[in-house]
């Protein structure tokens, strides 16, 4: 029975896209003294390191090139690359354009993968770039199509690469900060600076601050201060201890500041929220 097919996911990278092969596209060791400054491109030029070292400026910022290192260089863009004299490149590259098949026009670059990209699998990664070649410099069957096919799966791998790295840098931030809360709320009345901080987590003060308020949506001064008031709170609420106490124990310079920040944040006075049970008494001999 006929089943009608099921639309792309609305997210799906490249969807709707036309990719079209150009004749400039090679693989090629680098000649001693190769220094690359093209003209600004009118296409795209998949650009990928086989092996060698060197380094590509691109928009004025600098990226290391080295096996596995993959540039989409885009059209507008002016790249320069230098090899390292002692180790030469050795790089495919493979000049494309673009269609956007609804809109009739060129692909919106900026729904392309990033510039860069570092590959990890570079196996499977190069077996499809060599490829891909023999589609651009061949007249097989279907070339075409394969080539559409070929390119749009290398793409999908540098959207992949870029998403991983940026979920394996999220991830080691988020356990970063997770262990400077772990600092903070391990002695929430001692007093310690931002520098002192950020010492323990082999960070500057300035970094860790940026961060800080990258993963948590908050500076480190509001957290803290969030931290001491819930900690109060819980003082007040299930200890003996009196406002003056509770400020004293939590490391405020006097109980005004504590009671004011207190209030600001639950909307009522410390007082309000104190302990109310009578303190435990020793027992008494029963009475006949």
């Not at 600098?62 to 290192?69: A, N, T």
């Not at 009671?259 to 009578?278: D, N």
């Given at each position: ?73 885009r ?35 900026n ?25 651009i ?107 003056s106490q ?34 435990a ?8």
């Open positions: 029975m006929f089943k009608p097919q099921e639309p792309a996911e609305p997210d799906f990278p490249l969807a709707g896209i036309r990719l079209l092969r150009s004749a400039q596209a090679g693989k090629a060791r680098c000649e001693p003294g190769w220094h690359w400054r093209p003209q600004p491109l009118h296409d795209y030029d998949l650009w990928y390191a086989l092996s060698g070292k060197g380094r590509m400026t691109l928009n004025g910022r600098q990226y290391p090139i080295e096996k596995g290192s993959c540039f989409l260089v059209p507008g863009d002016s790249p320069e690359a230098v090899q390292d004299p002692e180790d030469r490149l050795t790089v495919i590259f493979i000049h494309f354009s673009a269609q956007d098949l609804q809109q009739g026009k060129a692909y919106d670059p729904l392309m993968p990033e510039r860069y990209s570092r590959i990890g699998d570079t196996f499977l990664f190069e077996v499809l770039l060599n490829r891909l070649l023999q589609t410099h061949g007249n097989g069957r279907w070339y075409e199509a394969e080539f559409q096919l070929i390119l749009s799966q290398l793409l999908l791998h540098l959207f992949r690469a870029q998403q991983e790295e940026e979920s394996s840098t999220s991830g080691k931030h988020r356990q970063l900060i997770n262990r400077v809360i772990g600092h903070i709320r391990e002695d929430i009345g001692k007093r310690i600076s931002h520098e002192e901080i950020a010492e323990q987590v082999q960070l500057s003060a300035e970094y860790l601050s940026l961060l800080f308020k990258k993963v948590t949506g908050t500076s480190m001064k509001e957290y803290i201060t969030k931290a001491r008031l819930e900690r109060a709170l819980h003082l007040l609420m299930e200890t003996p201890m009196n406002v509770v400020a004293e124990a939590l490391g405020y310079s006097n109980v005004y500041l504590f009671s004011k920040q207190f209030k600001e944040h639950y909307g009522s006075p410390p007082s309000a929220f104190k302990w109310k049970s009578q303190p008494e020793a027992h008494k001999p029963p009475t006949h």
